[in-house]
């Protein structure tokens, strides 16, 4: 279940990945599309947030940022 962190109703444009940066803040990058070369991030939106390890933060429907916790599963790798 995932837990929202930060309120920030962010927008969404069509043809745009967003993504949490490492300084913790939303930012956006053009998709790549057929021989449309994507790039060029920005960022949306400053909320400074700390990571936690073993979480994944993302963009919710609502644009809020969230969180959950990862869960890992498979086989342990033989060494």
Same mark, same amino acid.
């Given at each position: 279940? $995932?837990?929202? #962190?930060?309120? #920030?109703?962010?927008? +969404?444009?069509? &043809?745009? #990945?967003? *993504? %949490? ?8 990058? =053009?998709? $790549? ?9 920005? =960022?949306? $939106?400053?909320?400074? %947030? ?7 933060? *993302? #963009? ?7 969180? $959950?916790?990862?869960?890992?599963? &498979?086989?342990?790798?033989? +060494?």
């Amino acid at each position: 279940m $995932a837990e929202k #962190l930060v309120k #920030l109703g962010v927008k +969404r444009q069509k &043809g745009y #990945l967003y *993504f %949490i940066d490492k300084q913790g803040d939303v930012s956006c990058a =053009k998709m $790549a599309r057929g021989t449309k070369k994507g790039g060029g991030r920005k =960022k949306v $939106a400053k909320c400074g %947030i700390k990571r936690k390890e073993g979480y994944l933060y *993302f #963009l919710d429907k609502k644009g809020d940022v969230s969180c $959950a916790k990862m869960k890992r599963g &498979g086989k342990k790798k033989k +060494r």
